[in-house]
């Protein structure tokens, strides 16, 4: 009966709060968070698309099934599933490289990449190894993500300022020249819209909390928009330009276009050549920087719509020669090939009305090999923010949260997503705080948000058109600002000073790398790794000595004498390959100190577990003493330590009587031995008056 509990929590765990819905309290609860939830939800999936370069829309896929997924098959009932920033952003800087963003084939990639994370997370989940998590340590974690969470937010700086800015090699580069485009060409109705967004978030946060700030921030805009005709863009074609200069520039920066597309893909198709791949990745990049030169190009100059259906740059002609006062702007080419010039601001245009069509992602093993490491670290990170939420709801509404299980729901919400042409989504700090705030009591309340979604996707979506992209910057940035914690740095300064140094190393590390996010994380958990190789390797090893209140404590600590015949020796950790040289080299320094030494009393307490190699270390150690006329006694060994040691045999070869329950019995053992040899009263061992019932420390 166990085995087919389990197996139904497994497969089925929303049969244990399914139940708790015939209960109309529960029921009203988790219907009001749900619809609350999604109030926020949609204005954010479609922001956190953008943000991963798709269209805004794509960010309502990923908000309709995840959430409801989720829910039905993870542990936790109030962790609000969906689209995320740090995901959003990992999912652009993996994507990016490989082909153009918002284009047919990055969004094919970006599905593919949501099918291969849930597949990870599923496979991790299936298999109980949700403790592979620990390998991104908190430093490591907590310097990630305050480093993107800045990234984020400067990202976000085009859309405020209503710019348009080619990306460099480097995020620090691409904000620079954000900011000295912004001094001449920022488009001040979008910076009034971003300006007036973050108003009403910040105010409604701080004085009405309750309310969604930011379903207030995007209906406000969106109907200001609409009745300001805040968008103004324009569609020519190559012929209605005359000017050479232009025709020129335009066709150069068309033509880059199409070389960095068919240069993706030969990098993808190239896998196997090394040689053949190395030669096209440097094409690569001499086309991405001529395709940057192209575009600062057209984007300096302004341009002026003439009466004879001509384009022309706006200072070699006169203002009478302007038909509609506007300064244009070169804003891209078409999937024809036509120029887009825009005079306002940018919405977020149409949204296909409907359900996303069911397709299975395709699979293309070259590029899955691209791809591969970018979905552990997604999947990795994207669980990390989900199950931190979800422990920290979990204690607050005690109740249970298995850690496997959660993987296993983030990792179907995100297959069943990638049917659906969903990016990968992961648990959401802020939308789980509206959730449980809202009186969410069951996964109910995220089948709820994700079934208002559907409904949006059915019949609102033409009330989105005219959503100014500066609003959604807005909405990314106000989201972010929480996750900058320069406290924690502090803290984790004062715990461990060495985590302090891979956190702050992990966090400039990740804006320097940035778009190439994954070496950061990578160096990250490297340094992490080594600096506990480093800590095991040489664990504390401490000579103890009788404290005044009768208890064994370090004598070098609190500055006691030892005794000259007997040294008792303390060693706090593990005993395996890597430290056994080091156990080893403690011991023979003290016994090479104490001319008069006869017994080394190993207090065995911090030792937890040994390895093959440290027991082979032990049984060479113990002869050699021995030759010297010093021997070892083991006393304080936990059951575990006992038992390898008795199935090797070294017990039975040295003798049982060398191990003892507690050093205080040990040296009981030694004084008798010893007899009139030593003067037990004057030994720093036992000079101290021992009071009844005291221990060892």
Same mark, same amino acid.
């Given at each position: 009966?166990?085995k %087919?509990a389990?197996l139904i929590?497994? +497969?089925?765990p929303f049969?244990a709060?399914l139940?708790e819905?015939?209960?109309?309290t529960t029921l009203?609860?988790d219907?009001?968070?749900?619809i609350?939830?999604?109030?926020v ?11 991963a370069?798709?269209p ?10 995840p959430?409801?997924?989720a ?16 995901v ?8 990016e ?11 094919v990639?970006?599905?593919l ?6 597949i990870?997370q +599923?496979?991790?989940?299936l298999l109980r190894?949700?403790?592979?998590v ?15 969470a800045i990234?984020?937010?400067?990202s ?11 990306k460099e090699?480097?995020?620090?580069e ?7 485009i ?7 109705l979008?910076?009034v819209?971003a ?6 978030m910040a ?5 009405y909390?309750k309310?969604?700030?930011v379903?207030?921030a ?20 190559m012929?209605q330009v005359?000017?050479?200069?232009i025709?020129?520039k335009?066709?150069?920066y068309q ?5 960095i597309?068919?240069?993706k893909?030969?990098l993808?198709?190239s ?6 791949y190395a030669?096209?990745e440097k094409?690569l990049d001499?086309a991405i920087?001529?395709s940057?030169?192209s575009?600062k190009a057209l984007?300096?100059e302004?341009y002026?719509?003439?009466e ?6 706006e200072s070699?002609i006169?203002?009478s020669?302007v ?6 702007q070169?804003n891209?080419?078409?999937e024809?090939?036509d120029?887009m010039?825009r005079?306002g601001g940018r919405i ?5 009305k409907?359900l996303?069509?069911?397709?299975f992602?395709e ?10 490491f970018?979905?552990i670290t997604?999947?990795?990170i ?10 920290a709801m979990?204690?607050r ?7 496997n299980?959660?993987?296993v ?9 990638s ?6 989504t992961?648990g959401?700090?802020?939308?789980s705080?509206?959730?449980i ?10 089948v709820?948000t ?7 996707? +059915?019949?609102?979506?033409?009330l989105l058109?005219n959503?100014p992209?500066?609003?959604l910057?807005a909405v990314i940035m106000m989201?972010?600002? @929480? ?9 984790t300064w004062?715990v461990y ?6 956190a ?6 990740t804006?320097i790398?940035a778009?190439?996010l994954e070496?950061?994380?990578i160096?990250?958990?490297i340094?992490s790794?080594?600096m506990?190789l480093?800590r095991?390797?040489k664990?504390r ?8 209140d @009768? ?5 070098d600590?609190h500055?006691?004498d ?10 706090d ?7 056994t ?8 320094e003290?016994s090479?100190?104490?001319?008069k030494? %006869?017994?080394?009393?190993?207090d @065995? ?7 093959a190699?440290g027991e082979?270390?032990?049984?060479s150690?113990?002869r050699?003493l021995?030759k010297?006329?010093?021997?070892m006694?083991?006393a304080?060994f %936990?059951?575990?330590?006992?038992l390898?040691l008795?199935n090797?045999?070294?017990m039975e ?8 329950a ?7 053992a030694i ?16 000079m101290?008056c ?6 060892e420390?």
């Open positions: 009966m166990q %087919k389990a929590d497994t +497969l089925l049969m709060w139940p819905l015939t209960n109309k009203r609860a219907l009001i968070a749900g609350t939830v999604a109030l939800l949609i204005p954010q999936s479609m922001a956190y698309a953008a943000l370069g798709l805004p829309y794509y960010g309502l896929y990923a908000a309709f099934l959430p409801i997924v829910a039905l098959f993870g542990s936790s009932r109030q962790l609000a599933t969906g689209p995320v920033a740090v959003s952003l990992l999912t652009a800087s993996a994507l490289p490989l082909a153009t963003a918002g284009s047919e084939s990055y969004i990639y970006a599905i990449l949501a099918l291969m994370v849930g990870f +599923l496979s991790l989940g190894l949700g403790v592979l620990n390998f991104l340590s908190h430093p490591v974690v907590m310097g990630f993500t305050n480093a993107a990234i984020i937010a400067t976000q700086l085009p859309k405020i300022f209503g710019i348009v800015v080619e090699a480097h995020h620090y691409t904000v620079w020249n954000t900011l000295v912004a001094t001449t060409d920022t488009h001040m979008s910076l819209f300006i007036l967004a973050f108003s009403i105010l409604l946060k701080k004085y909390p309310l969604p700030g379903l207030f995007v209906v406000i805009t969106t109907v200001l928009a609409s009745v300001m005709d805040y968008e103004k863009t324009m569609t020519i074609s012929s005359d000017d050479k200069a025709a020129t335009l066709s150069a033509n880059s276009q199409v070389i597309a068919e240069l893909t030969g993808i198709e896998q196997a050549d090394s040689n053949k030669e096209i094409g001499e920087r001529r940057r030169g575009f984007q300096k302004k002026a719509w003439l004879g259906k001509q384009l022309a740059i070699s006169t203002e020669q038909t509609d006062g506007n300064r244009w070169f891209g080419f078409t024809d090939g120029v010039l005079a977020v245009g149409d949204i296909p409907g996303p069509s069911i397709r992602p699979l293309d093993f070259s590029l899955i090999s691209q791809l591969f970018a979905a997604i999947g990795l994207g669980f990390m923010e989900a199950i931190a939420i979800a422990k979990a204690t509404t005690r109740q249970r949260l298995d850690t299980q959660e993987l729901g983030q990792g179907i919400s995100n297959i069943v997503g049917l659906f042409q969903s990016y990968p992961s959401s700090f802020s939308r705080a509206v959730n705030g809202a009186g969410a009591i069951t996964g109910f309340s995220s709820v994700g079934l208002v979604v559907l409904i949006t996707l +059915l019949f609102f979506t033409e058109y959503l992209q500066a609003t910057a989201a972010v600002i @929480g996750l900058v914690n320069v406290k924690h740095f502090i803290h004062k000073r060495s985590d302090g140094i891979i702050m190393i992990t966090f400039f590390l804006l790398f778009p190439h070496n950061a994380i160096i990250g958990v340094l790794l080594g506990f480093y095991s390797m664990p090893v401490a000579a103890l000595s009788r404290f005044k @009768g208890t064994l404590r370090d004598a600590l500055q006691m030892t005794c000259e015949y007997v040294s008792v020796i303390r060693f950790g593990p005993l395996y390959f890597a430290n040289s080091y156990f080893e080299d403690m011991i023979i003290r090479a100190n104490k001319s030494l %006869k017994y080394i009393v190993v @065995g307490q911090g030792v937890n577990s040994i390895d190699t082979e270390m032990l049984v150690l113990t050699r021995e010297t006329g010093v021997i006694i083991f304080n %936990k059951r575990q330590v006992m390898v008795h090797s045999g070294f070869q040295f003798g049982g009587e060398r191990f003892f507690t050093a205080d019995q040990a040296l009981d004084w008798e031995e010893l007899g009139d040899s030593h003067d037990i009263v004057e030994c720093p061992l036992t101290a021992v009071v009844e019932g005291s221990g420390n």
